[in-house]
């Protein structure tokens, strides 16, 4: 069973930063890309950040410039830097990932999700 566990998320003025945290933690074989997404009330879920297993990433165009996505391999860990934060960052950031999952005697790629963690940035 696979879980991803999220940290870091907080309320904090417009301006300032915060760092998320995504831990994968279970029985897997590897870990292809990991993501940050967000979703606001009355909004769908949208991507904010992802990184692939090679380094490549992509932003959401909101968030480039002010925000960074990284990961440690080694700690099955991906990270999300968000600076400059504004109201409109304010959302549940789910951490996702990407990995190989054996169904009928083939791998397939499969989606896991992190429970969420709440950011507020207030003006």
């Known amino acids: 069973q696979v879980q991803l566990v999220e940290s870091g998320g907080g309320l904090v003025q417009a301006g300032g930063s915060l760092r998320l945290s995504c831990a994968a933690s279970?029985?897997?074989?590897?870990?292809?890309?990991m993501g940050w997404y967000r979703q606001a009330p009355g909004k769908q879920r949208e991507l904010v950040a992802r990184?692939?297993?090679?380094?490549?990433?992509n932003y959401a165009d909101s968030v480039k410039g002010r925000c960074t996505i990284s990961r440690d391999n080694a700690k099955n860990t991906v990270y999300l830097q968000m600076n400059s934060l504004k109201p409109e960052d304010t959302a549940v950031y789910y951490c996702?990932?990407?990995?190989?999952?054996?169904?009928?005697?083939?791998?397939?790629?499969?989606?896991?999700w992190g429970q969420g963690t709440q950011v507020t940035v207030s003006s």
């Open positions: 990184i692939t297993s090679g380094g490549s990433t």
């Open positions: 996702n990932a990407r990995m190989p999952r054996g169904v009928g005697g083939y791998w397939v790629m499969y989606d896991y």
């Open positions: 279970g029985s897997f074989l590897s870990i292809d890309a």
